[in-house]
Structures are given as C-alpha cells and as structure tokens.
C-alpha cells in the first residue's frame, strides 16, 4: 500500500523531470551540434578573422595539442595569448585550434575584438563569447533566451572555450583607446578569475606584462611542414625547386605565402622553364629573400587579374586589374596612416557646404588620387561625392570578391597584414618622389606592414625610386627612438639599402645600430627581444648579399660591415641574442673570416719575439687582470676620496663585455672553419689549434688554461657547425673531416659534464647520413662502426674526458684504477645518440640550444617518418613538444643545472669548477625542496648560492635563482606541465630519470612550483 502511494505521488514529478532532461537535451543538441560540426568540417567558416586565402592549416598539431591540454585542468587553468609579429600565423593556429576542440568535444566560440561591440561596457570576453554564441544559433530554431540558458549550460559543464583574436586592434576607434592596456589587464585579470578557457592572438604590446595570462610565442612553422603542403596532390614537382624556394624566401614564417605558393603551384606557375608564361616566371635565381617574397605575390596577383584565381567569379581581367588598383591606393593609405581599416572619406573626402554652398571635396593623399586615376580610367571625371562612393563601394565589393578585403559601408578592411604591405607598395613611389613629408611623419610612428612595404618597393624590378633617401628617412626616425621599433627602422634600412659603392649607406647604418644598441631598452621587453633577432637575422642577410655581389666586381659594392655585428654580441646581455649574432657571422665565409683576422690579428713572422700577445687565452688573462687592477685602483682612490660615485656598476659591465667578446670568439672559431673557403682553411685551422691547445694540461700547474666557461662556448660552436648539413653553403667536406677530428680531440680532453654532452650531439650529427641509403659515416668518410650505432656512441662515451687533468678533476674522484665514471647526464646523452643514429631523426633525441628548445613548443611535418631534406638537421621550427619524452627530461634538468651554475649568466667559472664532477647535487637527485622556487627578488634577506643546500653538499648552489632575477630566463608553464604529465599516466615507459631519487610526487610538487613561477601573482 505505501509503495503505490510513494509510486503515485512521484509518477509526476518523475514525468515532469524526464521530459524536462528530454527537452533540454533536444534543445541543447540543436544548438551544440551544428556549431561543432561547422568548426570541424570548416573552421575558417566560424572564425572570423580567417579570411578568405587560408585553404587548410599544417604543422601546428603539436601547439594546438598543447594549448587543448592547458584548458581542460581548472585547476591550473589560466588564459593563454599566442604572440606573433605581422603575418606569422597566429589566426592559422586558432582556425587548427577551433577544429581540434570540436573534435575533442569541447565548444569552440571564436571572437574578433576589433569589431567587438561593448556599449561602453569593459572588455569582458565571456560576454562577448555569449553573444557571438547567440549569433550564429539559427533564429528561426530557437529564441534568443532560449540561447542564453543553453550558454549557461554549457558553462556550467565547462564546455566553452573562447578564442579570441586581434587584441592589439581592440579599442582602436573608441574612446578607451588611452586607457586600453588597463582594460585589457581588467578583462584577462577577470577571466583568470572566471576559470574561463580562453586563448588570445595578438602581436607583441606592452598591454601583455604583467597580466595574469601565460604568454606563449609563436615559433616558425616546421619547413618540412611547408614542403608537404605544397607537394600534395602532385608530388612529382620540381622537389628541389620547392625546396629552395620553401629555404630561401623562408615561406614557413608566414601561412599568406605558403598558401599563394601553393595555388601558384598548383597552376603550373611556379615553373621557370615555360616560355609560354613569361610574366607569372618567378626569378628564384641570385634573388633574396624579400626579392622572392615579391615574386611570389607579383605572379599571383597576375594570375588572379588573368582569372586563374577566383574564377567562379565572372569579372573580365580588365575589371580585376582596375579593382586591384583600387584597392591599392586604399592599402597605400592604411599603410600611412598604420591602419587595417580604411575609409573612403581618407581618399576623397567632402566636407559640409561651404560659404558659397558648394562643396568642394577634400584630397589629403592628391599624389596617391593622381595615380589612381592615370590607372583606372573609369573613376568618376567629376567630384560629385556620390558618384565617388558608389564607384568605391563597387570596387570594394569585388575586391571581396577577389579576397583582398572586407567590405564595410564606406570603408574596407585587410585581413591579411602582408597582403596591405604587398598592395600598397605598388602605389609607394609616387609617395616617395612626391610626398616625402608624408612618408617622414608616418615613419614617426610606423607600423610593420609600412616598413615590409617599403621593403617589398625596394625589390620591383621595374622601380627606378631612388632608394638613399628613403634610408636616410628611416635612419632618422630611428635615431630618436629607445624601443623596439627602433629596431624594425634599423632592420628595414639594412634591407632596402643598395650596397652599391656610390650610393650606399650600409657603413653608417652598421655603425649607427652599434651607437645606438644600449640605448634601445624601453618598453615590452618581449617585443624588444623579438625585434632584436629580427634585426640580428635581417643583418646577417645583409652583410652576405654583399658578400655575393662582391665576388665578381667588389669595387662596385660596400664591404660588409661584420665587425659592427661582432661588436653588437659584446654589449648585448641576452644570451639569444648573441648566439644568433654568432650563428650569422660564422656563416659568412671569407668576409666574416677576414674581418676577425683584422680585430684579431695574427703573428706576421713565425718566430715573432710577441707572439704570445695574439693567443686567444694570454688575450683574456691579460684583458682581466688589466680590468682587476683598474678596479683596484678606483677603489684604492675611494677610500681617499669616500665621496666619491660608487663605479661598481660600470666595473661589472666592463668584466662582462670582456668576458662576451671571447664567448663570442670561442663560438665563431668552429664555425667560420666550416664556412671559409679552401684558401683561408688553414689559417682558420690554425686558429682553432690555438685555442684547443689550451685544452691540454699545462706542465707549469697541472690544469688547463682555458676557463671552462670559454670550453663550453667552444663546444657550442662545435654543435652550431655540426648542424650543418653536406649541402649548407657555409659547409665543405674537407672542414667537416677536420672538423671531426678536432671535436674528437676536444671531447678527450674535456673537462665539464655540459661540453662532454655538446660534443656528443656535435659527432652524433656528423656521423649522420645524408639519405636513408647510405650507412652511418665516420671521420675517414666511410663507415667507422659499420650500422651499428651503439659502437659509435661507446667509442665516444669511452674517450669523453679521457685525457683530461688529473689536477682538473676533484680529489675525491680520482681512482688509481678502474674506468672513469660518467655523468648521468652525459650518459643519457649517450643513449640518446644512439637513438637518433638508430631512427635518423635526431630532432627526437638532439637539440642545438637549451633555451632555445624549451621556450619554442615546436612544429613537426605530417609525417614524421619522413627524412629531412633541408640545410639544417636541426631547424629553429624544434622545440620541446618534438623531443622524446626520456630526451624532454635530461633537457629539463640540465637547464636547471646550468641555470644554478650560470644565475647572473656571467663570470660564472668557480661555480662551474664546483660543480665540475661525475655526480649531481642532491637538490636534483633526492631532494628539490632546498632550491625554493618560490623565492622572489622583492623577498627580504639575500639568498647567495650555497644559502640553502643540505649539509655536507659540495656543489653550493641552492637556491634556485629567485624569480625576476633573471627576466626573460624562467621555463616556460607549458614546458613544467609537459614535466608534470611525463610523472603520471598508465603507460609501460619509465616515469622518472634514472638520477631522479625522488618519489614521482615529490618531483610532480617541485615541476608545478616552477610552472607557478611563470604567473603574476594575483593582489
């Protein structure tokens, strides 16, 4: 009886209930469903800034993954932004990430804050989520309220993830525009808040520090990435071809150039050898890279004019062309004014009736309106203001048509930065012969898309401009500026700039950036960072287009100015920085080499009484001990004089310029042996004994001279000219064998556990073969250990610091017998390099640069099993998310190894002598609490190396360097989790490094206290 009344008395509710579940259910999947089918079948469709060229996006699976990863855990969740300068990609990775969402479920919301529409309102980006959400549910379905509360639900089930794109054009017509970098911090500070997934794209601003978001840099797409793009569909092209193309105009940075490439391609209009097509032949020989650049998007321009591209719409060629035009005077503008948007009213403009009641238009850019008009002859004769607007309305609908623009009323947008540069430098002429002031006030404040504009004219072959005064113009607005803009003028002026003898002005340029280098440090030190590799990368192009054009008439051409980039690395404090400086000049060949021969000059005599004057080591000792007695002497004289200016600041800057000179020169000396050519190999040889002779014990105290900070350099640069491929120009057989031989001898007589593991990667990528054919290669150019590539890897394991001192070993290490015990981390090295002899991948198992590989996620081909084809075994495209997870690991720990050793990054030898043995410290092998990563620089007391360590440890290196003591320096939160994630999971594979004592807990709690590091603490 009591069951049938509880069974009548819930029958109701129960009903009421399921078929509330039952309607929400139908009415959430009616909503849900055809949003995720569109972003997983169409992404571009769903977001809005993709534009109309991007076709389909590769290479940016391992990035994607890791950012979905990132914004599934709430509890560590935070906003991402995806930084990236103009044209690199960034709404590539978010169309990739909105369809890799969908397939994991997730419901992808993309946003655009340029058009967003806040009422006056803050920037909220959930908001403005909900409402994109609402928009795109179908009206005639479902109610607008309907739409919030499915919205509510979906939150409620953390289904949402917001991607939001343009933060640096956010607010850029509104009134918040002064006050935009506190919004944007109120908005990501709110979101953090919120727990709400989000990912932003932007461009380096200064509105990015101090946020609460992870900041995450967009690295190069992978080139092996780029060249299965353009070969699919007809892999039996021109390989080599695509191949130097894909190298030389670097296509891989920008997806704009990769996809014009491929439909170029896929048009036969790649083809040089097609005399039926003279104007689409894209010169790819003794060009640039911005020449190619050019090239490539003068040759689809043509073809989009003669109707090869966009041919469903029924426009003749002439109708194009005049559309084109069009819309290149309105790029031209938007360039000046550093605009995406351009109104009609900045062309021709007509103002309220005059006096007289006529109206009497207004013409700012006249020269840019003549132009026009000589071109396009069916313009309006009069200046009737609606004639104008209807003819420019029409040309901006076809330019849509065309995928140029978005049309708007009375005004156009370009969603691709780089395709506003390439348009409106074909009207820039006319503003650099006739409106030299207006170029000089918009290089006042100069956007990225005017200055590749500018560059882009420089490479017409038809363009008669004479391009000095152009560089002058751009010398000057850069003169007057300290931040990173200074940068971009500097690296556009070394571009454009003729190098001919009687019209150049590349000497005054180099010398100019050298002057002005320490002066170059303020705002968003990404943003400076970023643009000073550019600049470094940009002059490095520079100095050996020079060098080319000076082979055959060098009278007719400037020398390259290499010693004013050499001193550049000895004022710069980032390590990144001075590395690529390095990497740039020891690729410059006979030039770079005979410029160091006149900074650094050799004995003209053989039994020269002064000889020792010009060995590399007797440089250094004598330039310390000169700087130490000057230090002593200023000191001496404050005691005397006690109010006196304390110079200690001045005195540590000169130790470290002193000690990044011959960092420096340490670096070059293997790679300019790799690049000079035959007749200068022995003199470069000579050098390079001269340095590695201080490597052998010296009679006098038992020790090697050289400082083992100078040993580590010259194993980088070892690893930096073993990454050299056979087919790199900056390569030759006979230096790679005697290259070989010298890295061997090296390894022998190295001391520290880091060069040890250098040179390791250094042989193992010499011992290489160059196609999947051939056998492992040793130093005689035949096989050393037939395919076996664990003999190989003994043989160096074996002879790692054989022939090292015993005075540079410590005492407790020394055995009288018995083989000498290796590091762990040169002993996983080891096993690593057998893996990469093994699997020919050495990008799964090598990197080139530590800091490099941990900040970059990394970018990989489709596929994988592929073999490289490239210059490089190891592009900058590499970073961590491609490393095995054993080599993941080893990598981790021995940046934080070195990161103890190195702190301040300079004048580091006794820390590196104390922590010169075969053993780790027990703050990496049983204990990681002593380091205290959560020390910051603002807590009182002063932790000096050693502060922390546990009793009896002989290494004095705890704690870990206090967060802020090194900006710039920290890992990376992706690259922590990454470590995080490698402890857990059900998988057969060990969790933990063999050196690794602790529990996987213990290790998991130390990796998410270095991952907090990277976060600005909440107030």
């Known amino acids: 009886m009591s069951c049938t009344t509880v069974i009548s008395f819930s029958t109701p509710f129960l009903a009421l209930s399921l078929s509330t579940l039952v309607f929400l259910t139908v009415r959430y999947w009616k909503i849900v469903r055809p949003i995720r089918r569109i972003a997983k079948r169409n992404p571009r469709e769903l977001v809005p800034t993709a534009g109309t060229i991007i076709e389909e996006v590769v290479g940016r699976q391992e990035l994607c993954t890791v950012l979905s990863q990132a914004l599934w855990d709430r509890r560590t969740r935070r906003p991402y932004v995806l930084v990236g300068s103009v044209g690199s990609g960034k709404t590539s990775v978010l169309v990739q990430l909105t369809q890799l969402l969908a397939e994991k479920g997730a419901v992808p919301v993309p946003i655009h804050l340029r058009g967003a529409d806040l009422d006056g309102a803050d920037l909220n980006f959930s908001e403005l989520a909900k409402r994109r959400f609402c928009e795109e549910v179908d009206p005639g379905a479902i109610s607008r309220a309907q739409a919030e509360r499915v919205w509510r639900q979906i939150c409620m089930n953390d289904k949402v993830v917001v991607?939001?794109?343009?933060?640096?054009?956010?607010?850029?017509?509104?009134?918040?525009?002064?006050?935009?970098?506190?919004?944007?911090?109120?908005?990501?500070?709110?979101?953090?808040?919120?727990?709400?997934?989000?990912?932003?794209?932007?461009?380096?601003?200064?509105?990015?520090?101090?946020?609460?978001?992870a900041v995450i840099d967009l690295e190069p797409l992978s080139e092996e990435a780029a060249l299965i793009y353009l070969e699919q569909k007809d892999p039996s092209a021109d390989g080599r071809r695509l191949d130097w193309i894909v190298e030389t105009a670097a296509v891989a940075e920008s997806p704009l150039y990769l996809q014009i490439a491929r439909q170029l391609r896929q048009h036969q209009l790649l083809e040089h050898f097609e005399k039926t097509k003279e104007w689409d032949q894209i010169d790819t020989r003794g060009s640039d890279r911005s020449g190619i650049r050019v090239s490539l998007l003068e040759s689809w321009r043509k073809a989009l004019v003669e109707g090869h591209l966009r041919a469903q719409f029924d426009f003749a060629s002439e109708q194009r062309s005049r559309t084109v035009d069009v819309i290149s005077a309105l790029a031209c503008i938007g360039l000046l004014k550093d605009s995406l948007e351009v109104q009609f009213d900045d062309l021709i403009n007509w103002p309220a009736d005059g006096k007289d009641g006529r109206r009497e238009p207004e013409i700012r850019y006249a020269h840019i309106l003549n132009q026009l008009k000589e071109r396009v002859e069916d313009l309006p004769k009069n200046e009737d203001d609606r004639c104008w607007r209807t003819a420019l309305s029409r040309y901006a609908a076809q330019g849509e048509q065309l995928g140029l623009v978005e049309a708007h009323n009375y005004k156009v947008r370009f969603p691709h930065s780089i395709l506003q540069a390439y348009l409106g430098s074909r009207l820039l002429e006319t503003v650099q012969q006739n409106s030299a002031s207006y170029l000089k006030n918009a290089l006042a404040e100069p956007g990225r898309e005017l200055l590749i504009a500018l560059i882009m004219r420089s490479r017409f072959k038809r363009d008669t401009t004479p391009q000095r005064a152009t560089v002058e113009l751009l010398i000057a607005a850069a003169e007057v500026r300290q931040d990173d803009k200074a940068l971009d003028l500097f690296a556009a002026a070394l571009e454009i700039d003729t190098g001919r003898a009687n019209d150049s002005l590349h000497?005054?340029?180099?010398?100019?950036?050298?002057?002005?280098?320490?002066?170059?440090?303020?705002?968003?030190?990404?943003?400076?960072?970023?643009?000073?590799?550019?600049?470094?990368?940009?002059?490095?192009?520079?100095?050996?287009?020079?060098?080319?054009?000076?082979?055959?008439?060098?009278?007719?051409?400037?020398?390259?100015?290499?010693?004013?980039?050499?001193?550049?690395?000895?004022?710069?404090?980032?390590?990144?920085?001075?590395?690529?400086?390095?990497?740039?000049?020891?690729?410059?060949?006979?030039?770079?080499?005979?410029?160091?021969?006149?900074?650094?000059?050799?004995?003209?005599?053989?039994?020269?009484?002064?000889?020792?004057?010009?060995?590399?080591?007797?440089?250094?000792?004598?330039?310390?001990?000169?700087?130490?007695?000057?230090?002593?002497?200023?000191?001496?004289?404050?005691?005397?004089?006690?109010?006196?200016?304390?110079?200690?600041?001045?005195?540590?800057?000169?130790?470290?310029?002193?000690?990044?000179?011959?960092?420096?020169?340490?670096?070059?000396?293997?790679?300019?042996?790799?690049?000079?050519?035959?007749?200068?190999?022995?003199?470069a040889r000579e050098r390079m004994d001269l340095w590695l002779q201080h490597l052998v014990p010296n009679p006098a105290t038992g020790r090697a001279d050289l400082p083992i900070s100078l040993e580590i350099a010259l194993a980088q640069g070892f690893k930096s000219a073993a990454n050299r491929r056979r087919r790199h120009p900056a390569t030759s057989d006979e230096a790679r064998e005697y290259l070989i031989e010298r890295a061997e001898h090296m390894l022998a007589h190295a001391r520290y556990w880091y060069s040890q593991?250098?040179?390791?990667?250094?042989?193992?990528?010499?011992?290489?073969?160059?196609?999947?054919?051939?056998?492992?290669?040793?130093?005689?150019?035949?096989?050393?250990?037939?395919?076996?590539?664990?003999?190989?890897?003994?043989?160096?394991?074996?002879?790692?610091?054989?022939?090292?001192?015993?005075g540079d070993q410590p005492a407790d290490e020394l055995t009288a017998e018995g083989p000498k015990r290796l590091h762990p981390f040169v002993a996983e090295a080891g096993d690593l390099a057998a893996l990469a002899l093994e699997t020919r991948h050495p990008e799964r198992f090598i990197w080139i640069d530590e800091k490099g590989a941990t900040v970059n996620i990394g970018s990989s081909p489709v596929d994988p099993t592929l073999y490289r084809k490239h210059n490089l075994w190891i592009p900058p495209s590499v970073g961590w998310s491609t490393l095995h997870p054993r080599a993941q690991q080893l990598l981790a720990d021995v940046l934080l190894l070195l990161s103890l050793t190195e702190r301040d990054g300079l004048l580091v030898d006794d820390r590196l002598r104390r922590t010169n043995r075969t053993t780790l410290p027990p703050c990496l092998t049983t204990d990681r609490t002593s380091l205290h990563p959560e020390r910051t620089v603002g807590m009182p007391g002063i932790a000096e190396p050693g502060i922390s360590c546990q009793r009896n440890c002989k290494f004095e290196l705890c704690p870990y360097p206090a967060k802020g003591e090194q900006p710039g320096a920290e890992l990376r939160e992706p690259f922590c989790r990454q470590q995080q994630a490698l402890l857990g999971g059900h998988t057969a594979r060990r969790k933990r490094a063999p050196w690794q004592g602790m529990t996987s807990g213990e290790l998991g709690r130390f990796w998410a206290a270095m991952a907090e590091r990277t976060r600005t603490p909440k107030v």
């Open 163 to 213: 991607i939001a794109d343009g933060l640096e054009e956010a607010f850029s017509d509104s009134d918040q525009q002064r006050n935009r970098d506190s919004v944007i911090r109120r908005a990501i500070k709110l979101a953090e808040k919120q727990k709400l997934p989000l990912v932003i794209a932007s461009r380096p601003h200064a509105a990015l520090e101090g946020t609460q978001a």
């Open 507 to 683: 000497e005054k340029i180099a010398k100019t950036i050298l002057s002005r280098w320490p002066e170059i440090k303020t705002g968003d030190r990404r943003a400076r960072d970023e643009a000073k590799l550019r600049l470094v990368h940009r002059f490095g192009e520079a100095l050996r287009r020079l060098d080319r054009s000076r082979k055959d008439c060098p009278g007719d051409w400037e020398k390259p100015a290499y010693g004013e980039l050499m001193g550049i690395s000895w004022i710069e404090p980032n390590y990144p920085v001075r590395l690529a400086i390095a990497q740039e000049i020891g690729a410059g060949g006979d030039s770079a080499f005979d410029e160091l021969r006149n900074l650094f000059p050799w004995p003209t005599k053989k039994d020269d009484p002064n000889a020792a004057e010009y060995d590399p080591w007797e440089q250094y000792k004598n330039a310390m001990a000169d700087q130490q007695y000057e230090e002593n002497s200023k000191r001496e004289k404050r005691i005397r004089q006690p109010d006196e200016a304390d110079p200690a600041e001045s005195e540590e800057s000169t130790r470290s310029k002193i000690w990044r000179q011959f960092v420096t020169r340490a670096w070059l000396v293997p790679m300019i042996v790799g690049s000079v050519g035959s007749d200068r190999l022995s003199q």
């Open 757 to 806: 593991i250098t040179l390791i990667h250094a042989l193992c990528l010499w011992e290489l073969p160059e196609s999947t054919d051939d056998g492992l290669r040793g130093a005689d150019g035949g096989s050393r250990a037939g395919t076996d590539p664990l003999r190989a890897v003994e043989r160096w394991l074996t002879m790692a610091g054989s022939e090292q001192a015993p």
